[in-house]
Every structure is written in structure tokens, then in C-alpha cells.
């Protein structure tokens, strides 16, 4: 079993930025992908960026050049550096980590609030 704890999330003017970590404990031998989604009130949860066991990453259109996933591969710790953060990305944001066997698990979400 995979558990994740992520920090990082606030409130922010636009424009602004805020970096989110993700940190997994348990299992974490297993972890093959990790990435960031998020869920604003009233929508489906979308996919912001994905950092493959490889290094490859993956990116939202609406992020992209403002987002910047990472990956410490000494402790699998994940990082989202956001910049040029616009009211629109206010969400909660979740960690997911997909392993090797199948299994994805999700963190508990940390909310992300951007003031016009």
C-alpha cells in the first residue's frame, strides 16, 4: 500500500506562485508514475501534470509554461511549481501515484486558491 502526503497548497494573488510537494510512505518501491490532478467545485477532476518513472513528463495545455512537475528520485518526493497563477486554477489539488503493479493511489488534496 502506497500513502501520500502533500503540502503546499494556499491562497495566492494572481499571478503569484506556490510550490506543492508530495511525499509517499509504505510501498513506495512499487511507484512507477506520479502526477498532479485537480478538482475545482462543480467539475470533473482533470489531470496538470504527470512525471513518468523515466523522467518523461506531461502537461495540461491550460499549465503548460507556467506549470513545472519534478520528481526527487532519492525519496520519490513529487513537486509542482506553479507561476503565473490565474484565478481559473483555484482547485483542490490531489497527488496520484500509479504503481508497477496496477494499483493508484491518491493523497488527501490540498486546496489551491488564487484571489483576482
Known amino acids: 500500500q502506497v500513502q501520500l502526503a502533500e503540502s503546499g497548497g494556499g491562497l495566492v494573488q494572481a499571478g503569484g506562485s506556490l510550490r506543492l510537494s508530495c511525499t509517499p510512505s509504505?510501498?513506495?518501491?512499487?511507484?512507477?508514475?506520479m502526477g498532479w490532478y485537480r478538482q475545482a467545485p462543480g467539475k470533473q477532476r482533470e489531470l496538470v501534470a504527470i512525471?513518468?518513472?523515466?523522467?518523461?513528463?506531461v502537461y495540461a495545455d491550460s499549465v503548460k509554461g507556467r506549470f513545472t512537475i519534478s520528481r526527487d528520485n532519492a525519496n520519490n518526493t513529487v513537486y509542482l511549481q506553479m507561476n503565473s497563477l490565474k484565478p481559473e486554477d483555484t482547485a483542490a489539488y490531489y497527488c496520484?501515484?500509479?504503481?508497477?503493479?496496477?494499483?493508484?493511489?491518491w493523497g488527501q488534496g490540498t486546496q489551491v486558491t488564487v484571489s483576482a
Open positions: 512525471i513518468r518513472s523515466g523522467g518523461t513528463t
Open positions: 509504505g510501498s513506495i518501491f512499487s511507484i512507477a508514475d
Open positions: 496520484n501515484a500509479d504503481s508497477a503493479y496496477g494499483s493508484s493511489h
